[in-house]
């Protein structure tokens, strides 16, 4: 099978190439924004007659070399398709960030260790940092369709690296684990062996607490230095929060290791289900990113030779793994207990919801092997 995951490799131009870098974005934005008015217009989704009308005024309005004009194109079909797929209404689209999309030895290279980059004056070498992408250069990985991105003065290239993987087989599967997210715990695991592993939630949990409560103060304030600083705290906490879920899925990945089955909560549409809790309480729980986790746990167990299935979470926290009944007042949510109505059996919620969890995975595994 094919990993595929995005690098994100800061790149280090000179002062003159940040120039002709900065020129370029901003080059491609206005000519993905022209595009978007025309298409926005005629609803013509056709690269071939678009290019037939829209070619020469790329190339002469904002001086975009012959593969970025075509690229632009596509860019903006992708993104109407992506709406009219999504199911969203026909609306006027605006690019507002500084993006732009590389081809793969055709707009961008490695050349004696530094990244060949094309520009509206032509090709630039360009330094990079591999801290933390080391991997990726190893010449086991494939380089895809990349794109040039400029945040806080910095220039990045956001590249998705493909890598052939040879998958496992169920039948090597010889652990499953249940995995339970939540705030209380971030993970709560129940394996084979009985055993049971939490990652506590609390400091998480007040931390996100204290970025609501100084987002709350500065939105008060209105004025521009508190918007910056609004700004830079939202970077902040993401940064931060996604190297929370790095931790907590390569320590999980980590600790079961090869041939194991990972069974998760398909928790599409988590946002509507938590926005039922108290409303001060919301903010931590509406706004922790659960999909991240769950895409960061299925990579990770991907290269670890195991795999990853995501079930219907539906009364995995009320239903008794001991007798089967299921009702909701088994489950005291507040206090994070669970006592069957059925056959007395307690334990902790979250517990519960891992041995539930584990058991879905055990009837995967024998129908998927029968």
Same mark, same amino acid.
């Given at each position: 099978?094919?990993?595929?995951?995005?690098?994100?490799?800061?790149? =280090?131009?000179?002062?003159?190439?940040?120039?002709?870098?900065?020129?370029?974005?901003?080059?491609?934005?206005?000519?993905?924004?022209?595009?978007?008015?025309?298409?926005?217009?005629?609803?013509? =989704?056709?690269?071939?007659?678009?290019?037939?009308?829209? /070619?020469?005024?790329?190339?002469?309005?904002?001086?975009?070399?012959?593969?970025?004009?075509?690229?632009?194109?596509?860019?903006?079909? +992708?993104?109407?398709?992506?709406?009219?797929?999504?199911?969203?209404?026909?609306?006027?689209?605006?690019?507002?960030?500084?993006?732009? &999309? =590389?081809?793969?030895?055709? &707009?961008?290279?490695?050349?004696?260790?530094?990244?060949?980059?094309?520009?509206?004056?032509?090709?630039?070498?360009?330094?990079?940092?591999?801290?933390?992408?080391?991997?990726?250069?190893?010449?086991?990985? +494939?380089?895809?369709?990349?794109?040039?991105?400029?945040?806080?003065?910095?220039?990045?290239?956001?590249?998705?690296?493909?890598?052939?993987?040879?998958?496992?087989?169920?039948?090597?599967?010889?652990?499953? !684990?249940?995995? @339970?997210?939540?705030?209380?715990?971030?993970?709560?695991?129940?394996?084979?062996?009985?055993?049971?592993?939490?990652?506590?939630?609390?400091? !998480?949990? @007040?931390?996100?607490?204290? /970025?609501?409560?100084?987002?709350?103060?500065?939105?008060?304030?209105?004025?521009?230095?508190?918007?910056?600083?609004?700004?830079?705290?939202?970077?902040?906490?993401?940064?931060?929060?996604?190297?929370?879920?790095?931790?907590?899925?390569?320590? =999980? !990945?980590?600790?079961?290791?090869?041939?194991?089955?990972?069974?998760?909560? &398909?928790?599409?549409?988590?946002?509507?289900?938590?926005?039922?809790?108290?409303?001060?309480?919301?903010?931590?729980?509406?706004?922790?990113?659960?999909?991240?986790?769950?895409?960061?746990?299925?990579?990770?167990?991907?290269?670890?030779?195991?795999?990853?299935?995501?079930?219907?979470?539906?009364?995995?926290?009320?239903?008794?793994?001991?007798?089967?009944?299921?009702?909701? +007042?088994?489950?005291?949510?507040?206090?994070?207990?669970?006592?069957?109505?059925?056959?007395? /059996?307690?334990?902790?919620?979250?517990?519960?919801?891992?041995?539930?969890?584990?058991?879905?995975?055990?009837?995967?595994?024998?129908? !998927?092997?029968?």
């Amino acid at each position: 099978m094919e990993l595929v995951l995005t690098a994100k490799v800061k790149i =280090l131009p000179t002062d003159e190439q940040q120039t002709m870098l900065q020129q370029t974005l901003q080059a491609y934005r206005e000519g993905c924004n022209s595009i978007s008015a025309v298409i926005y217009t005629t609803k013509n =989704l056709v690269q071939a007659s678009l290019h037939t009308t829209t /070619y020469r005024h790329l190339r002469e309005t904002f001086g975009l070399r012959s593969q970025m004009a075509q690229s632009v194109m596509k860019t903006v079909i +992708a993104r109407y398709k992506s709406m009219i797929e999504n199911g969203h209404d026909w609306t006027k689209l605006i690019f507002r960030k500084q993006e732009l &999309d =590389l081809v793969w030895n055709r &707009d961008y290279s490695l050349v004696q260790g530094l990244f060949s980059i094309n520009t509206l004056e032509g090709r630039i070498k360009v330094r990079f940092e591999t801290k933390g992408t080391e991997h990726f250069f190893d010449g086991t990985w +494939a380089f895809g369709t990349a794109k040039v991105v400029y945040k806080h003065g910095k220039f990045f290239l956001h590249i998705p690296m493909t890598k052939s993987i040879e998958e496992v087989e169920w039948e090597h599967i010889n652990e499953i !684990v249940g995995v @339970d997210m939540g705030m209380n715990f971030l993970v709560t695991t129940y394996d084979s062996h009985g055993k049971v592993w939490f990652v506590k939630g609390r400091d !998480v949990k @007040d931390k996100r607490s204290h /970025y609501k409560q100084l987002r709350r103060h500065l939105q008060q304030r209105q004025t521009s230095s508190a918007r910056r600083r609004l700004k830079k705290i939202g970077v902040r906490e993401t940064r931060w929060m996604t190297d929370v879920n790095h931790q907590v899925s390569k320590a =999980l !990945v980590e600790r079961y290791g090869t041939n194991t089955l990972f069974v998760l909560e &398909d928790l599409t549409g988590v946002r509507g289900a938590t926005e039922k809790v108290r409303k001060r309480n919301r903010y931590e729980s509406v706004s922790w990113a659960y999909d991240q986790l769950r895409q960061m746990i299925e990579y990770k167990a991907i290269q670890s030779q195991s795999k990853v299935i995501a079930v219907n979470p539906r009364y995995t926290s009320q239903t008794c793994p001991k007798c089967g009944h299921t009702e909701r +007042a088994n489950r005291d949510k507040k206090h994070h207990r669970f006592a069957c109505k059925n056959c007395l /059996y307690r334990s902790n919620d979250d517990r519960i919801g891992g041995m539930n969890l584990h058991r879905k995975g055990i009837e995967y595994l024998v129908a !998927v092997t029968i």
